[in-house]
Protein backbone atom coordinates (compact mmCIF):
# COMPACT_ATOMS: atom_id res chain seq x y z
CA UNK A 1 0.00 0.00 0.00
CA UNK A 2 1.01 3.45 -0.54
CA UNK A 3 0.77 6.27 2.27
CA UNK A 4 1.24 9.74 1.50
CA UNK A 5 2.00 12.00 4.19
CA UNK A 6 1.84 15.73 4.81
CA UNK A 7 3.46 18.46 7.21
CA UNK A 8 4.60 22.05 7.48
CA UNK A 9 1.24 23.39 7.65
CA UNK A 10 0.29 26.37 10.48
CA UNK A 11 -0.65 29.67 11.49
CA UNK A 12 1.07 32.72 10.13
CA UNK A 13 0.47 36.53 9.60
CA UNK A 14 -0.61 37.58 6.25
CA UNK A 15 2.70 38.46 4.34
CA UNK A 16 4.51 35.53 5.89
CA UNK A 17 6.03 31.91 4.75
CA UNK A 18 5.20 28.28 5.17
CA UNK A 19 6.96 25.30 3.70
CA UNK A 20 4.75 21.88 3.26
CA UNK A 21 5.91 19.13 2.27
CA UNK A 22 5.13 15.00 1.67
CA UNK A 23 6.86 12.08 1.51
CA UNK A 24 5.22 9.05 0.38
CA UNK A 25 5.75 5.37 1.67
CA UNK A 26 4.96 2.01 0.43
CA UNK A 27 5.88 0.18 -3.30
CA UNK A 28 6.42 2.79 -5.61
CA UNK A 29 8.36 2.09 -8.95
CA UNK A 30 7.96 5.53 -10.20
CA UNK A 31 5.57 8.20 -10.19
CA UNK A 32 4.17 10.35 -13.15
CA UNK A 33 3.14 13.54 -11.21
CA UNK A 34 3.33 14.55 -7.83
CA UNK A 35 1.04 17.91 -6.91
CA UNK A 36 -0.87 20.08 -4.03
CA UNK A 37 -4.44 20.88 -3.68
CA UNK A 38 -6.41 22.99 -1.51
CA UNK A 39 -9.97 22.82 -0.16
CA UNK A 40 -11.33 26.07 2.29
CA UNK A 41 -14.56 25.17 4.47
CA UNK A 42 -17.79 25.48 2.15
CA UNK A 43 -15.93 25.26 -1.08
CA UNK A 44 -14.67 22.66 -3.90
CA UNK A 45 -11.53 21.49 -3.88
CA UNK A 46 -8.62 23.29 -6.49
CA UNK A 47 -5.63 22.33 -8.18
CA UNK A 48 -2.65 24.73 -6.60
CA UNK A 49 0.46 23.20 -8.00
CA UNK A 50 2.31 20.00 -9.44
CA UNK A 51 5.73 18.42 -11.07
CA UNK A 52 6.01 15.48 -13.07
CA UNK A 53 8.42 12.87 -13.14
CA UNK A 54 10.56 14.67 -15.22
CA UNK A 55 10.48 18.39 -13.57
CA UNK A 56 7.78 19.96 -15.71
CA UNK A 57 5.61 21.91 -13.37
CA UNK A 58 2.09 24.37 -13.48
CA UNK A 59 0.81 26.99 -11.12
CA UNK A 60 -2.95 28.19 -10.67
CA UNK A 61 -2.16 31.36 -11.57
CA UNK A 62 -3.49 32.77 -8.14
CA UNK A 63 -0.82 31.64 -6.68
CA UNK A 64 2.06 31.88 -9.45
CA UNK A 65 4.90 34.27 -8.18
CA UNK A 66 4.30 33.44 -4.79
CA UNK A 67 4.62 29.44 -4.45
CA UNK A 68 7.22 27.08 -5.80
CA UNK A 69 6.99 23.37 -5.58
CA UNK A 70 10.04 21.03 -6.00
CA UNK A 71 10.87 17.25 -5.81
CA UNK A 72 13.54 15.97 -2.98
CA UNK A 73 16.24 14.42 -4.85
CA UNK A 74 16.35 10.91 -4.82
CA UNK A 75 12.94 10.48 -3.01
CA UNK A 76 9.29 10.21 -3.74
CA UNK A 77 8.14 13.56 -2.04
CA UNK A 78 7.79 16.99 -2.67
CA UNK A 79 7.93 20.57 -1.05
CA UNK A 80 5.50 23.40 -1.73
CA UNK A 81 7.13 26.57 -0.57
CA UNK A 82 4.75 29.38 -0.04
CA UNK A 83 5.41 33.24 0.25
CA UNK A 84 3.61 36.55 0.60
CA UNK A 85 0.56 34.79 1.84
CA UNK A 86 -2.56 36.14 1.98
CA UNK A 87 -5.80 35.15 3.88
CA UNK A 88 -7.70 33.55 1.04
CA UNK A 89 -5.05 31.11 0.40
CA UNK A 90 -6.41 29.56 4.15
CA UNK A 91 -7.60 26.20 3.55
CA UNK A 92 -6.54 22.70 4.04
CA UNK A 93 -3.75 21.55 1.65
CA UNK A 94 -4.08 17.90 0.25
CA UNK A 95 -0.55 16.21 -1.57
CA UNK A 96 -1.67 13.38 -4.60
CA UNK A 97 0.35 11.00 -6.24
CA UNK A 98 -0.74 10.39 -9.82
CA UNK A 99 0.57 6.88 -10.89
CA UNK A 100 0.09 4.78 -13.75
CA UNK A 101 -3.51 3.70 -13.05
CA UNK A 102 -4.04 4.99 -9.73
CA UNK A 103 -4.20 8.27 -7.49
CA UNK A 104 -3.38 8.41 -3.85
CA UNK A 105 -3.85 11.45 -1.44
CA UNK A 106 -2.91 12.61 1.53
CA UNK A 107 -4.85 13.54 4.71
CA UNK A 108 -4.50 17.16 4.50
CA UNK A 109 -3.01 19.82 7.07
CA UNK A 110 -4.24 23.06 8.03
CA UNK A 111 -2.67 26.36 6.42
CA UNK A 112 -4.50 29.55 8.11
CA UNK A 113 -3.56 33.39 7.18
CA UNK A 114 -4.84 35.76 9.53
CA UNK A 115 -3.12 39.01 11.70
Known amino acids: QVQLVESGGGLVQPGGSLRLSCAAS????????MGWYRQAPGKEREFVAS???????IYTDSVQGRFTISRVNGKNAVNLQMNSLKPEDTAVYYC?????????WGQGTQVTVSS
Open 96 to 104: KMALAHREH
Open 26 to 33: GSIFSFNA
Open 51 to 57: VTSGGIT
